[in-house]
C-alpha cells in the first residue's frame, strides 16, 4: 500500500449488516494488511455524547445540531483514530463515515451542500461501500430499543439519498438483501479489485 494507508467506509440502513460486515471485511483482509476497524459515532466524547443524548432521546432534535455535532465527532475521530492508523501505512475500515450524514440530516430536511460544507476537511475514503436492504427489512430486523432514526419514514428517505451517491458513483452498492455469507464474499471481491488497483 505505500508509505500512506488506505481508508474504506461502510454505509447503510440501521439493520442492513454494515458492522457486522465491516468486521468480518477487516477479520478476512488481516492475512494480507494491517487491517483495523473503526466505526462513527465514534469512542470519543463527542462520540458517547451523540449516542447517550441524542440517538436514543424520546424525540428527535434539531437536525443542524445533529449535523454539527457528527461533523465534530468526525473530526475528532479522524485526528485520534483514522489519520494515525493511516499514516502508519494501515487499512481502515469505518462502520459509518460522512455519507451517513449526508444520508441521515439530509433526510431530516437539511440542504446535502451545506452538510458537504461542513464535512469539507473530512478526508474522502478511497473506496466507499453501500450495503442496500430494503426499509421494511430493516425495520424488521430492529428488535432491540428502536433510536431515534429507526422509523419506516425515516429509513425510506434515507434510502433514497443513499442511492443517489450510489448512481453518481461516490457509492459501490452491494445487494445486503442475501445471506451473511454471499454479502461478505462480495465485499471482500470489490474490496481486494479495488486494493489490486490501488497497491
Not at 82 to 100: C, I, Q
Not at 121 to 147: M, N, Y
Amino acid at each position: 500500500m505505500g508509505d500512506r494507508g488506505i481508508f474504506i467506509c461502510v454505509e447503510g440502513l440501521d439493520g442492513c449488516g454494515k458492522t457486522t460486515q465491516a468486521r468480518l471485511l477487516v477479520k478476512r483482509l488481516r492475512g494480507d494488511y494491517d487491517a483495523v476497524y473503526t466505526a462513527e459515532p465514534s469512542y470519543g466524547r463527542i462520540g458517547k455524547l451523540i449516542k447517550k443524548h441524542y440517538l436514543h432521546a424520546d424525540k428527535r432534535g434539531s437536525a443542524v445540531v445533529e449535523a454539527l455535532l457528527f461533523a465534530a465527532d468526525r473530526f475528532e475521530h479522524l485526528k485520534s483514530e483514522v489519520l494515525p492508523a493511516l499514516d502508519e501505512g494501515k487499512l481502515v475500515v469505518s462502520d459509518r463515515y460522512v455519507y451517513s450524514s449526508l444520508a441521515y440530516q439530509g433526510a431530516a430536511g437539511l440542504d446535502l451542500k451545506w452538510i458537504e460544507k461542513i464535512n469539507e476537511h473530512a478526508v474522502r475514503p478511497g473506496l466507499a461501500l453501500f450495503i442496500d436492504v430494503e426499509p421494511e427489512t430493516v425495520i424488521r430486523r430492529l428488535k432491540r430499543k428502536r433510536s431515534v432514526m429507526e422509523n419506516l419514514e425515516t429509513q425510506l428517505k434515507v434510502r433514497e439519498i443513499y442511492l443517489r451517491f450510489v448512481d453518481e458513483g461516490a457509492l459501490v452498492r452491494v445487494d445486503g438483501n442475501r445471506s451473511k455469507t454471499e454479502v461478505a464474499r462480495e465485499i471482500a471481491s470489490t474490496v481486494k479489485g479495488f486494493l489490486k488497483e490501488a497497491c
